[in-house]
Nanobody
Framework: QVQLVESGGGLVQPGGSLRLSCAAS????????MGWYRQAPGKQRELVAA???????NYADSVKGRFTISRDNAKNTVYLQMNSLKPEDTAVYYC???????????????WGQGTQVTVSS
């Protein structure tokens, strides 16, 4: 089994910064893509940023230039640095990892529990 633990959410004023972390543990053989999604009240979950095993990244247009995704393969951890936060960034943020476990030896999607980010003055 694989467990994902997210941290770093909270309340921040517009223009502020937060850094989200998502650490994976368990019977991990390899981790392929890692990503962050968010879901605001009344809206569908959307992709915020993703990073491949090779380090290639892509971002939603709404966060380009403000958010940075990175990964630490030694720690099985993905990060999301969020700068210049806006009220419209308010949402529950979820990490998603494509993990191959030692048992299955095939990739599968795993999700974090979600962390609330609120941008408000």
């Amino acid at each position: 089994q694989v467990q994902l633990v997210e941290s770093g959410g909270g309340l921040v004023q517009p223009g502020g910064s937060l850094r989200l972390s998502c650490a994976a543990s368990g019977s991990i053989f390899s981790i392929n893509a890692m990503g962050w999604y968010r879901q605001a009240p009344g809206k569908q979950r959307e992709l915020v940023a993703a990073i491949t095993s090779g380090g290639s990244t892509n971002y939603a247009d709404s966060v380009k230039g403000r958010f940075t995704i990175s990964r630490d393969n030694a720690k099985n951890t993905v990060y999301l640095q969020m700068n210049s936060l806006k009220p419209e960034d308010t949402a529950v943020y979820y990490c998603s990892l494509v993990v191959t476990t030692a048992q299955a030896m095939a990739p599968d999607d795993y999700w974090g529990q979600g962390t609330q980010v609120t941008v408000s003055s």
